[in-house]
DNA sequence: CTGTTAGCGCTTTCAT
DNA sequence: ATGAAAGCGCTAACAG
């Protein structure tokens, strides 16, 4: 492996000063034309490339690196709001380094991104404690999340707000019996089981019922189908579903078709996500939206007031975002 | 903006040296547990991080930095590649940088790119000109693309292959009168109009027929399903159908169960990608899968080779990727 | 165990 | 228009 050719080669190769090459590269002025095209020849030659380090080690302008944690890239979810958070990363002058929960080692994931980020945001699946080690000190900002310790800042989405508003709203269309499809990721998570926060809130918020009406699914439209059926069947009296997300909320209305129920005309279905892709099936799908766009202002919002302090700042920072009912056509 | 903590602050407050402050944070021994406690603490105290450039300037471990440029977030194709990208970049120890085509201006977002990565790798829409000039000498490897510039090296997907291949077993199925639903994007892009290369590869294997039974349409489900209807009203017997993307052989899906028109029993249905989406859905949908794994092994392959020269290999690289026809159920 | 000395590769002064 | 000097902040190698 040929050693790599660093300002010094290329200086003496073109017989000049290693400032010269500089100036050469970075349209400095202060160098006469027959030069500056002489070392770039010669650059080019010995494919001389300057070294990112060295040169934001000394350049003045320390630019800020921003470490995104995606929980899975194949949730829908996740990569729009991975989407918005580059489009707006970009606007706001932080450069971007991407990794996903998905792949491999969360834990070395992170170890690996902390040499080289100023900061770190997403969804993590680590403890706390793991968290805290693996960061090496560097401020993370959690979405959709919260931890107090010192270095944690966090994004949460006030979901219950979100699921009491549905809920009323649902009513005042004329729901009269409330059924819910929840995620049965929650009971493989963790080895004592306990109701994800949308049961929770669904529960609390659900018209007074004989007995809840709640069946859980895997969180795919397949799954989202499946669970549908299997609601109906159990339940033949519900005419409105809370859906855990909306890539499940769509498996639900195509399964209703099949079925031959009219959505919203006999059940109404609400997702939750505002997946994009919730438009683009017939019917449309409802949802409660996690308004991706605000998340990642917020979280930017954040990182800028950390930066501002050169990441010095030590209290915990916290923003909460509203979601949004969209009203589509399944509801 | 308070000034930046340096190691020689800590050392200072602490009353060490700098190189036992680095042994502290860096794990290397040779520290008692006392004084390697009292760091840390100090450290923590006055917020100091160890400079990440500095850091990496002078560590002989150099370690390599890939951007990558996704098409677009909202389109599942380019997020299914982005995520396999990251898992095998992951693996070989490249840390990724991505920015999106679709978030503001891709030249600003190479040209920053630029000075902190040795390589970029990804679907660009710059022309040949403008690229060379935004990657400022860092390698490119164009995925799906071809440029023989040097610094430009590149995979293909044979999708001429891919769609004889389909046409020849489309035909083996029974199919009669093959028809196309190409995408509308093309008429848009380009002032002199230039038929997509899928359209020409199918007008080239397509069974004989007296006029070609093509529409377009947007590249969605919503224009995938319009386009079946005007495919299905204008050529009423084709009763088999190459689509575009798998987005808009969804759409198709549904227009056709809408239509009462049987899949795959009256028309079969082939989409173009291999998404995942495809196998969500009823009936799933057949397709000439474009193979993101062995895209981006290849890329990484390129990369890997690159990197072994110290990015001084001056001669173009390629390679190919052959599509995997997936039969699921639309044909 | 701890401190001293070099030097990574580049850009910024400041001379000439 | 060009060159010389002086560091950026950190860690490797060697002292003690």
Chains 1, 2 share one sequence.
């Not at 519900?238 to 078709?257: P, R, S, T, W, Y």
């Not at 683009?280 to 930017?300: G, H, K």
């Not at 302090?309 to 975002?321: A, K, M, Q």
Request: a negative charge; one cysteine or more; aromatic letters at 6%.
């Amino acid at each position: 492996m040929a050693k790599r050719v660093t300002i010094n080669d290329v200086a003496t190769a073109a017989g000049v000063s290693r400032q010269t090459v500089t100036r050469a590269h970075n349209d400095m002025g202060d160098i006469s034309e027959a030069t500056k095209r002489r070392v770039l020849e010669v650059s080019a030659q010995l494919g001389y490339r300057p070294n990112r380090f060295a040169r934001n080690l000394v350049g003045r302008q320390r630019l800020r690196a921003v470490g995104l944690l995606v929980g899975s890239f194949s949730n829908p979810y996740f990569t729009e709001m991975a989407g918005a958070f580059l489009a707006a990363a970009a606007k706001r002058g932080w450069q971007v380094m991407m990794a996903s929960g998905e792949s491999g080692s969360e834990t070395a994931a992170v170890e690996m991104l902390a040499r080289h980020v100023d900061l770190f945001v997403g969804h993590f699946s680590l403890s706390a404690e793991e968290l805290t080690e693996a960061v090496q000190g560097i401020p993370v900002v959690l979405l959709d999340d919260r931890c107090s310790r010192p270095g944690f800042h966090s994004v949460e989405i006030d979901l219950r707000a979100g699921i009491r508003q549905a809920m009323a709203a649902l009513e005042a269309k004329g729901v009269r019996r409330m059924g819910m499809i929840d995620s049965s990721y929650s009971l493989r998570a963790s080895p004592t089981y306990s109701p994800s926060p949308r049961r929770r809130f669904f529960e609390e918020f659900a018209l007074e019922v004989p007995e809840p009406a709640i069946v859980v699914g895997e969180e795919s439209m397949a799954g989202g189908g499946h669970a549908f059926r299997a609601l109906m069947a159990e339940y033949p009296d519900v005419d409105g579903v809370l859906v855990f997300n909306d890539m499940m909320a769509i498996g639900a209305v195509q399964a209703a078709q099949a079925l031959g129920v009219e959505i919203p005309g006999q059940v109404r279905i609400l997702g939750v996500d505002g997946l994009t892709l919730g438009e683009a099936v017939r019917p449309t799908v409802s949802t409660i939206s996690l308004d991706r766009e605000a998340l990642v202002a917020s979280a930017l919002d954040i990182a800028d007031a950390l930066a501002a302090s050169n990441f010095t700042n030590t209290e915990s920072l916290h923003r909460t975002v509203m979601p949004r009912l969209l009203w589509r056509e399944s509801a």
